[in-house]
């Protein structure tokens, strides 16, 4: 199927790279046109130089999602560059690898706000914009680590378990306004903040040997593999879908 978005208008949080930027692309492939949002503004601008020389629409705004004055003025950039406002995914995120006992009061604020009142500001400020559009599709990407448990992890995991019930809330809070919401739970993706995390331990091939050993179906995700769920969930095809997670998680949350 080709054009599943023709006529939408999607907001990617995050769109500089890895999940975000794959979403971008393929959501512009699918005909939407695509406000890529970042705070690293040149690999996000190069993310929508892309999309344009392959002759899809798109435009760049600059926004760090802890602050609603800037997530306020990112959906109007959205609504004044393209008119209108269809879907939102809350892609922006950040972690730390490090146990409860390990987290500073720091690095907890910094994963809870990003992740956290991220998602929550970025919903917020999207919604009246798709109440002026007739409805809408919010994506919120969350993690296996928002479903299940691990030693570690300990701010990451409490961020996206907010992520996926702040998402049921919203869906049940405005299912009969058109504008549905819906979670994403990636595994093991192979994206620059999966590298970073493996790079960092003392022997990064055991370290991936390790990773990989979670995943039943053998390989690290590609970003591409989310992006795709997300086409699904912000396509009309979904138009029934709403409050729900969709696990792409190469089978690791089955064991």
Same mark, same amino acid.
Not at 106 to 117: A, F, L, S
Not at 221 to 230: C, F, N, T, W
Not at 245 to 255: F, K, M, R, S
């Given at each position: 199927m080709a054009d599943r978005l023709r006529g939408k208008v999607a907001l990617v949080t995050g769109g500089a790279s890895g999940?975000?930027? #794959?979403?971008?692309?393929?959501f512009a492939a699918e005909g939407a046109k695509v406000v890529v949002s970042d705070v690293q503004e040149d690999a996000a601008r190069?993310? *929508?130089?892309g999309i344009q020389k392959s002759g899809g629409q798109a435009a760049f705004v600059r926004c760090n999602v802890t602050k609603e004055a800037e997530v306020a003025a990112m959906v109007a950039f959205a609504e004044k560059t393209f008119g209108?406002?269809?879907? +939102?995914?809350?892609? #922006?995120?950040?972690?730390?690898?490090?146990?409860? !006992?390990d987290t500073s009061e720091? *690095?907890?604020?910094?994963?809870?706000?990003?992740?956290?009142?991220g998602v929550f500001l970025c919903t917020?400020? #999207? +919604?009246?914009?798709?109440?002026?559009?007739?409805?809408?599709?919010?994506?919120?990407?969350?993690? *296996?680590f928002g479903l299940i448990g691990s030693p570690g992890f300990a701010a990451y995991h409490a961020s996206k378990g907010a992520v996926r019930l702040l998402t049921k809330s919203t869906a049940l809070a405005h299912a009969k306004e058109g504008i549905r919401a819906n979670s994403i739970h990636p595994g093991a993706i192979d994206t620059p903040m999966l590298r970073a995390l493996i790079d960092m331990e003392p022997d990064p091939k055991a370290a991936e040997v390790e990773w990989l050993k979670v995943e039943p179906i053998g390989r690290f995700?590609?970003?591409?593999?989310? !992006?795709?769920? !997300?086409l699904y969930l912000a396509s009309d095809e979904a138009s029934f879908v709403t409050g729900t997670?969709?696990?792409?998680?190469?089978?690791?949350? #089955?064991?």
């Open positions: 999940i975000g930027a #794959a979403t971008a692309r393929v190069s993310v *929508v130089d209108r406002l269809d879907v +939102i995914v809350n892609n #922006a995120g950040v972690e730390s690898h490090l146990p409860v !006992a720091e *690095v907890w604020d910094r994963i809870m706000d990003i992740n956290g009142k917020k400020h #999207a +919604i009246p914009a798709m109440r002026r559009a007739g409805g809408g599709s919010i994506i919120n990407m969350s993690s *296996v995700g590609r970003p591409e593999d989310i !992006a795709y769920g !997300a997670e969709l696990v792409i998680d190469g089978g690791w949350t #089955a064991n």
